[in-house]
């Protein structure tokens, strides 16, 4: 039973492009959340997915950020016109949605905006 | 709002010596979760425990062990005889369910030399 799986693991962009970052689930996984860690400080909540809806994008920045996860395929993290500042490790979590369950994180993808 | 907070940023100890990590958290739920994740130096986050605030009981896994007070809002983490590969950062998370929307500490950074 694979874990959460992430690709790329590790992804540079130039100022101004877009950096798309996957994330499949676990099998029976239904829930997805996003996570993003700065240089130096912890992991930050971005957004909470399932299937076709967005749950909760308190965390997420209001513009150039976007999420989705289809019916078919895994979540997609979408980072539009990138800056620097973006440059960090980004993490998926999973989980079957059970109140009564912790949620399993994929390795990351390391954004490196030059 | 929810708040952890890990005041040691950084611990280093000589192996087999007894570490602790502290965490202490704010949160006006009644029900809520708390967890702590290892992140070692390849980056991935491992999941070490979740604990749930009616169950205020300590738990001992190995050479692990967590003291959960709820008087004093802590969920403190013991390394026994600590070992080289235990050097990682350590993360402790809080969240009023379980998996969903972690609210992480900034980390401990533990180092073990030889």
């Known amino acids: 039973n694979a874990g959460v799986m992430q690709n790329p693991r590790h992804l540079v962009r130039r100022r101004g492009q877009e950096a798309r970052l996957r994330c499949s689930p676990m099998?029976?996984?239904?829930?997805v959340y996003w996570y993003r860690q700065l240089p130096e400080e912890g992991l930050k909540f971005m957004v909470y997915?399932?299937?076709?809806?967005?749950?909760?994008e308190s965390g997420m920045p209001k513009e150039r950020f976007s999420a989705e996860f289809p019916k078919e395929g895994p979540s997609i993290l979408r980072i539009q016109q990138v800056v620097r500042g973006d440059s960090a490790a980004y993490f998926c979590?999973?989980?079957?949605?059970?109140?009564?369950?912790?949620?399993?994180f994929g390795q990351g993808t390391r954004l490196t905006v030059v | 709002a929810q708040k952890v907070t890990q005041a040691q940023t950084e611990i280093s100890v000589v192996e087999k010596e007894d570490v602790t990590l502290d965490c202490v958290y704010e949160?006006?739920?009644?029900?809520?979760?708390l967890f702590w994740y290892k992140q070692p130096p390849s980056g991935e986050l491992v999941f070490l425990i979740r604990?749930?605030?009616?169950?205020?009981q300590n738990e001992i896994s190995g050479r692990y062990s967590w003291n959960f007070q709820k008087s004093t809002s802590s969920f403190n983490f013991t390394i026994t005889a600590s070992q080289v590969v235990d050097s990682a950062v350590y993360f402790c998370?809080?969240?009023?369910?379980?998996?969903?929307?972690?609210?992480f500490g900034k980390g401990t950074s533990l180092l073990v030399t030889p």
């Open positions: 979590a999973s989980s079957p949605g059970n109140e009564n369950t912790e949620a399993f």
């Open positions: 998370a809080l969240s009023f369910l379980s998996g969903y929307a972690l609210n």
């Open positions: 949160t006006r739920d009644t029900t809520y979760y």
């Open positions: 997915l399932q299937k076709e809806n967005i749950i909760d």
């Open positions: 099998k029976g996984h239904s829930h």
């Open positions: 604990r749930n605030s009616f169950d205020e």
